[in-house]
C-alpha cells in the first residue's frame, strides 16, 4: 500500500474520528498524532465527546418501542386520533414537566420540589403555547370573526372574558380555544402579526393570591404571569422582554377595565407591578 | 408485512434514539418519531430503493427543523433561564454536560454530529440528509466540536461569566 504524505488537515482528523479516514491516510494521521500532542489531544477529546453522547442517549433504543409507534398503530391511526384536543393537551402538560423541555424554568427562583400552582399554571400556559403556535392550518378552534367566541368562553371558564385589542402591536387575533386546566377550563386566545409571529393570552380560574407581573423566558420563547381576582394570566410569545412586558400590560388594562396611565409613567406603572411580586417576597 | 414495512419498524429504536437527543424530551421526541412514521407510510410509493434509514432520518429531521422553526419564529439571542438555573453543580451537573453542550449547537450542527456519532451515518449519508455537500457536513461537525469542547472547558456563554 503506498502512503500518502502530504501534510494532515483538520478535516482528516475529523474523519480519523469517525471512521471515514481512507487507508492510505491512517498511518500518515497517527505518525501526524504521535508527533503532534495537541492534535492529539484534540482527537482524545473528541472521541470523548462521541462516547459521552453514546452513553447518554444509547440506551433509548434498547427501551422497548412504546404502543403508540407500532407499525399497526400507526397504519391504523394514520397518527391523528392521538391529536384529539384533550389528547393534545394531555401531551402538552407532560412536555411541561419532561426534563429538557422548558420544564421547571417558570419555577425559578423558587424552591426545587414539585411545582406550586402557580407554577404548574405557567407551564400549563406555556405548554398550551408551545403546541399551538405551531399548528399551522388549526392554531385556534373557533374563529374571531364568530359571534359565540367571547360569550362561550367566558361561560366555560366561569368569569366574563374579553380578548384585549392588540392592533397597535401589529397582533391580530385569530381565535381562541378551551383546554383543560389544573381548576377547570382555560380559555386560549391566539394572536398573530403580519409576519407571522404569534403570542398567546391564556386564562384560567387560580386559587392563589393576587401577584404582580412575573417574567420568565428562555431562548425560545417567553412568558407575562399574573394573578388577578381568583384568575391566572399569562401572555407568551417571543422571547422580547420589553414588547411582551407591553402586550402584558395593554392586556391587563384592557381586561381589568383600567385606563391606561398616562404615558410618562409607564415605566413606573410596570415597576409597581413588577415591584409587587419582589415585596410578596 | 412487507419488506418495506418491515424495514421502517427495523429503524424505529434509532430513531427514537437520535429524536431524544435532539429534543431532550421523550414526549417531544416520540411524537416527531409517530409523524416520521406517519409519513414514510404514506409515502411507500415514493421510494425508490436505496437506505431506508438515510431515508427516515432525513424525514424526522426535517420534521425536527421545522418544529423548531413554529416555536422560535425569530434567533433569540441569549438565554434567560439558563441565567439563574442551578442545576451547574449537583450530581447530575456531569451527567447533563454532554446534554446542555449539545443545546447550545445550532441544530444543523447538532443534527450533523448526532447522525455522524449517534447513528453511525457516513458523512455522504448525512449530506444526503441535510442536502448539503460533504464539505458542509464536516465544517458543521468540526464547528460542533469545537463548541462542544469550549463548553466542557468551561467557556460559560457570556451571561454565565458574570459572578
Known amino acids: ?281 | 408485512m412487507s419488506s418495506f414495512r418491515q424495514d421502517v419498524e427495523t429503524a424505529i429504536p434509532a430513531l427514537r434514539r437520535y429524536a431524544r437527543a435532539l429534543t431532550r424530551n421523550a414526549e417531544t421526541a416520540d411524537d416527531l418519531v409517530q409523524d416520521t412514521l406517519v409519513r414514510a407510510l404514506r409515502s411507500e410509493h415514493l421510494f425508490h430503493g436505496g437506505e431506508i434509514r438515510s431515508w427516515l432520518f432525513t424525514i424526522l429531521t426535517n420534521l425536527n427543523r421545522n418544529r423548531l422553526r413554529s416555536l422560535a419564529r425569530r434567533p433569540i439571542a441569549k438565554s434567560l433561564a439558563d441565567e439563574d438555573a442551578p442545576d451547574l453543580a449537583g450530581p447530575e451537573a456531569g451527567q447533563r454536560d454532554i446534554e446542555r453542550a449539545l443545546a447550545l449547537l445550532v441544530d444543523e450542527q447538532r443534527h450533523a454530529l448526532l447522525l455522524v456519532v449517534l447513528e453511525g451515518l457516513s458523512y455522504r449519508e448525512v449530506a444526503e440528509v441535510q442536502a448539503v455537500p460533504i464539505g458542509t457536513v464536516m465544517s458543521r461537525l468540526a464547528r460542533a466540536r469545537a463548541q462542544i469542547k469550549a463548553y466542557l472547558d468551561g467557556e460559560r456563554p457570556a451571561l454565565r461569566r458574570v459572578k
Open chain 1, 1 to 281: 500500500m503506498t502512503v500518502d504524505n502530504t501534510p494532515v488537515t483538520p478535516d482528516e482528523l475529523h474523519a480519523l474520528v469517525d471512521g471515514e479516514l481512507p487507508a492510505d491516510r491512517q498511518q500518515a494521521v497517527n505518525e501526524w498524532l504521535a508527533a503532534h500532542p495537541e492534535d492529539a489531544a484534540l482527537v482524545a477529546g473528541w472521541r470523548a465527546q462521541a462516547d459521552a453522547i453514546r452513553t447518554h442517549y444509547g440506551a433509548v433504543a434498547d427501551e422497548k418501542v412504546p404502543d403508540r409507534l407500532s407499525i399497526e398503530n400507526v397504519m391504523r391511526n394514520g397518527g391523528r386520533g392521538w391529536r384529539s384536543i384533550a389528547a393534545a393537551a394531555a401531551v402538552a402538560a407532560v412536555m411541561a414537566f419532561s426534563v429538557g423541555g422548558i420544564a421547571g424554568w417558570m419555577a425559578r427562583g423558587a424552591s426545587a420540589s414539585a411545582p406550586t400552582d402557580v407554577e404548574s399554571f405557567g407551564n400549563d400556559a406555556l405548554a398550551a403555547h408551545r403546541l399551538y403556535i405551531g399548528e399551522v392550518r388549526h392554531p385556534i378552534e373557533v374563529g374571531a370573526t364568530e359571534a359565540h367566541l367571547l360569550p362561550w368562553l367566558s361561560r366555560r371558564i366561569g368569569t366574563q372574558i374579553r380578548a384585549p385589542e392588540l392592533e397597535k402591536f401589529d397582533l391580530k387575533l385569530l381565535g381562541g380555544r378551551l383546554l383543560p386546566g389544573m381548576h377547570g377550563p382555560a380559555a386560549l386566545f391566539m394572536y398573530e402579526s403580519a409576519t407571522g409571529e404569534r403570542v398567546t393570552l391564556y386564562c384560567s380560574k387560580l386559587n392563589a393570591e393576587r401577584t404582580g407581573f412575573r417574567y420568565n423566558a428562555n431562548e425560545k420563547f417567553a412568558a407575562v404571569q399574573w394573578i388577578e381576582g381568583g384568575y391566572g394570566y399569562v401572555v407568551s410569545g417571543p422571547a422580547e422582554k420589553m414588547r411582551l412586558k407591553q402586550i402584558a400590560r395593554s392586556s391587563y388594562e384592557q381586561l381589568e377595565n383600567r385606563a391606561p396611565p398616562p404615558p410618562a409613567n409607564k415605566a413606573t406603572f410596570i415597576d409597581q407591578l413588577m415591584s409587587r411580586v419582589d415585596r410578596k417576597g
